[in-house]
């Protein structure tokens, strides 16, 4: 960045926060990083649009700087794209396996403790060593997280011992599938259950073994903890603690299990079912949220006895997965689509959300034109976007939306190309029953997104 400085009685540094706002909406994410390199108070300015408009951008860590997760396009492996102005006022950041080396891994938290600072809102760490070096770097940070996630990592006892210390600001914690080194074997590795932890309010625990054991330390959880009232677990660690959730005087506003085994028989899925349905009635939670990992046609033909079925996430959808009407459900995402959707919508008639990973528009405007509750969507990315440049016929879409009797507004979170050409060609984003927004300005459901 240079050092020039800027004449402050520029007319560009005229303009209010809302003017600035307008222009940058017409920027793409990589315009904007430009522009928060030409100077120190540019990259102020736009850095503060940057960390108010962008809260759903995926960064990943390295040694040398940030990088954009490019999870959101078609070719998964891409390289990804560093970013130059953003360090300061970043809220959500991944810390992967580094292949070169352990070292090289220090060095990547050192980078995020050294040009980081307390915009971090969420932190993942994913197949990492976790020892009090790493916990060093990072304690600050921690302090002001309100979401922490912990999946397939090495973690020391050190570090075992001092991380809930740091986090005071600890809204949501997501644990899944870590090793304990020796000594914290020895106090079973579930001690993080036995503390309290004032601002949380969500838990997402699948410490286990692979088909799942008894945890009794989730019994004191949720009695040093009666403020968490979202719970998420695979189906596996669900059962094994069945007896524990039965009896206890838990309180939840969303239970989500990940149905993680393809190998159950129609008894197994009418069991789970009658028990979720007999907790609901107890009043131990009100909403039920599924993410079917793997398909067994049996999944589906009985959801439709799940009376508290709010949310429903599939990993792929096909031809032989056809869903029953269920008329119960709210909120949708699928990430992989293999086949037309054209009559989903009229199984699904009271669908207020949806989340698509990779559609084709032929997969999202069965939704716009049937779903008449359908208040908000997103699509990470459009796969044939090239066969219409990007640019959306909203104005139709509307049009068509308009003869759907009760239709409400829906509000279209779009990946960056198509919002901004669409933008660029028509001069606005709003048309009646739809308007366009940019994905990366809408953080999803995170009690969906826990595996």
Request: aromatic share 12%.
């Given at each position: 960045m240079s050092?020039?400085?800027?004449?402050?009685?520029?007319?560009?540094?005229?303009?209010?926060?809302?003017?600035?706002?307008?222009?940058?909406?017409?920027?793409?994410?990589?315009?904007?990083?430009?522009?928060g390199q030409t100077c120190k108070l540019l990259q102020l300015i736009v850095g503060d649009h940057f960390q108010r408009n962008f809260p759903a951008i995926e960064v990943r860590a390295e040694e040398d700087g940030l990088y954009v997760n490019d999870t959101r396009s078609a070719n998964f492996y891409r390289s990804a794209q560093k970013l130059h102005s953003f360090d300061k006022y970043i809220q959500k950041v991944s810390l992967c396996e580094n292949s070169i080396g352990i070292e090289d891994g220090?060095?990547?938290?050192?980078?995020?403790g050294t040009n980081c600072t307390t915009s971090i809102k969420h932190i993942q760490f994913m197949n990492v060593l976790l020892t009090q070096i790493e916990l060093v770097w990072i304690e600050k940070i921690l302090g002001t997280c309100e979401t922490i996630s912990i999946e397939d990592c090495l973690i020391k006892r050190q570090f075992y011992e001092k991380f809930p210390e740091h986090c005071e600001n600890l809204r949501s914690l997501y644990v899944k599938d870590c090793r304990w080194n020796r000594n914290v074997l020895k106090r079973t590795g579930n001690d993080w259950l036995q503390r309290h932890y004032p601002k949380l309010n969500h838990l997402s625990w699948t410490q286990s073994s692979k088909k799942g054991q008894k945890i009794d330390e989730l019994r004191t959880f949720f009695a040093l903890n009666p403020q968490v009232v979202s719970f998420s677990t695979s189906f596996h660690c669900f059962w094994n603690n069945r007896d524990f959730i039965d009896q206890a005087n838990v309180k939840l506003q969303d239970l989500t299990i990940e149905f993680d085994d393809w190998t159950w028989?129609?008894?197994?899925?009418?069991?789970t079912y009658r028990l979720l349905n007999n907790l609901h009635a107890k009043g131990i939670y009100e909403r039920l949220n599924l993410y079917a990992r793997y398909h067994n046609l049996d999944y589906f033909g009985q959801m439709t006895s799940l009376n508290a079925l709010h949310s429903l996430h599939l990993h792929e959808i096909s031809e032989r997965y056809n869903l029953p009407q269920l008329r119960q459900l709210k909120e949708?995402?699928?990430?992989?689509?293999?086949?037309?959707?054209?009559?989903?919508?009229?199984?699904?008639?009271?669908?207020?959300?949806?989340?698509l990973k990779f559609a084709d528009t032929k997969h999202f405007l069965p939704f716009i034109y049937q779903s008449a509750k359908l208040k908000e969507m997103k699509i990470d990315f459009v796969c044939d976007r090239a066969t219409f440049n990007c640019v959306l016929d909203v104005a139709s879409m509307h049009k068509e939306r308009e003869k759907l009797m009760g239709a409400r507004k829906v509000v279209i979170f779009i990946d960056e190309h198509v919002f901004l050409a669409t933008k660029w060609s028509t001069g606005k984003t709003e048309f009646g029953l739809i308007e366009i927004e940019r994905g990366y300005k809408h953080v999803w459901n995170r009690k969906m997104e826990c595996f």
């Open positions: 050092d020039q400085r800027f004449d402050l009685s520029s007319n560009i540094f005229k303009l209010n926060i809302d003017c600035f706002d307008e222009l940058f909406e017409w920027l793409s994410r990589d315009d904007l990083d430009a522009l220090v060095r990547m938290f050192c980078y995020v028989t129609p008894r197994n899925i009418t069991e949708l995402r699928i990430q992989y689509i293999n086949t037309d959707l054209d009559n989903l919508p009229k199984q699904l008639p009271n669908l207020e959300r949806v989340y």
